[in-house]
């Protein structure tokens, strides 16, 4: 039978090939942190992790890793209901609820994961899922495995979501669905605008915090708190595996009643192995830290204040807003896709590791080359990245 399949896959991995699509992988040699070695021996300034804080390899983050694997082991060999809880696991759960403002919180294995538990859980044929068209995947295939009626949004557009209200005011329950922060553009939800249309209208509000939980808002809660609604929404979704610090896993924050039935019900939870002890102990090292001080992520906000300041006093075109992730839009050049390429590997040859985008990942005339700071990063990196994006915008006249 593989023959078949075999010439199959061969002629889909081609055709991947030559459109231009395929997904290669750098090796990287040592831990993730602002300067890193890739194989080949060159040493560049990384500028596309999620490494937000900086806490992938902070010490105090490592030391209570290794800590926590030495007292604790190393896994648990078990679904959280039968004998996969340990102590440390409801201590983090409860650092995590105090730290977003909220009655409790369940942990999976990744935020995938916890969207995918999400909705089925909880929403019947009967109710329906309000969702913003630029949803993360892991939202789409969340909703996809819930019976609830799917309704889509314009993306970011207040009155297409309440006109999608409208619509639905026989379901037995609403709920909208959105990325706080989303990963393309860096653009941050209106969750205000959202609470109001939710309890004009009677529906729950449920947001994925993946690019936020850590660093926005003013003591680093999230795009509740950036945007002032802390209270005021029902489900959060985030991830462990971004900002706090990176390793995996991910958690639904909310409402007691919420994620009591989620400990019941969620098939990712119920089905699916826990969290490792190591992990869980580094983590409540890191709500420990954010919890004490702003530092990072005030240091986190200056880099990005200074890289968007400086870019665009050299003359590009960047998605104007506060988010770390700083696109700099090609979208007006010729062959703008080739461009996003072309400049990125003369960045990477610079020392300035970055990534293009391009249709399809982004519309049709919109490639950009990501950005993403860290508090890691110290000025002199973010000045050396604005140096080096200057020299090769200079050479593909982007500037
Ligand atoms: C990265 C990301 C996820 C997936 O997180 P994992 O913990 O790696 O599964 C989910 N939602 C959003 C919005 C993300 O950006």
């Not at 990125?344 to 590791?353: C, F, K, N, R, V």
Request: charged share 25%.
């Amino acid at each position: 039978m593989y023959g078949k399949v075999k010439g199959d896959l061969q002629r889909e991995l081609q055709s991947i090939r030559d459109a231009g699509l395929f997904k290669g992988e750098r090796i990287i040699i040592t831990p993730q942190s602002p300067e890193i070695e890739v194989k080949g021996g060159k040493k560049v300034l990384n500028f596309c992790a999620n490494n937000y804080l900086g806490l992938s390899s902070h010490p105090k983050v490592i030391e209570a890793c290794h800590k926590t694997l030495d007292k604790w082991g190393f896994g648990m060999s078990s679904v959280r209901f039968i004998c996969g809880t340990q102590e440390i696991h409801k201590v983090l759960e409860e650092k995590v609820s105090k730290f977003l403002g909220t009655d409790d919180t369940i942990l999976f294995a990744a935020a995938f994961d916890a969207n995918g538990g999400t909705f089925e859980a909880l929403l019947d044929k009967d109710c329906a899922v309000i969702t913003d068209q630029l949803n993360h995947a892991s939202i789409i295939d969340g909703i996809r495995l819930c019976k609830a009626q799917r309704f889509i949004y314009q993306h970011a557009d207040m009155s297409d979501l309440e006109a999608r209200l409208k619509e639905t005011q026989t379901a037995k329950y609403r709920m909208i669905a959105t990325d706080g922060a989303f990963s393309m553009d860096g653009d941050i939800a209106k969750l205000d605008e959202i609470c109001d249309l939710a309890d004009k209208y009677d529906a729950l509000v449920m947001f994925d915090d993946a690019h936020a939980t850590g660093f926005l808002g003013k003591t680093g809660r999230g795009t509740h708190e950036y945007r002032g609604v802390m209270g005021r929404v029902d489900i959060i979704t985030s991830t462990l595996g971004k900002a706090l610090g990176g390793a995996s896993g991910g958690f639904i924050s909310g409402h007691k009643e919420i994620i009591d039935l989620y400990r019941q019900r969620s098939r990712p939870y119920l089905f699916s192995n826990t969290l490792p002890p190591a992990l869980v102990g580094a983590y409540i090292a890191v709500f420990d830290l954010l919890s004490e001080t702003t530092e990072l992520r005030d240091k986190l906000e200056a880099n990005t204040m200074r890289f968007r300041q400086k870019m665009t006093d050299a003359g590009f075109n960047i998605k104007q807003g506060i988010h770390p992730i700083v696109p700099i839009m090609l979208g007006k050049f010729e062959n703008d896709a080739k461009l996003s390429q072309n400049m990125a590997t003369d960045l990477l040859d610079e020392g300035i590791y970055v990534v293009g985008f391009y249709y399809p990942v982004v519309p049709k005339g919109a490639a950009r080359i990501r950005v993403q700071l860290s508090a890691a990063h110290s000025f002199d990196n973010v000045d050396r990245a604005v140096e080096a994006f200057t020299k090769i915008g200079k050479k593909y006249s982007v500037i």
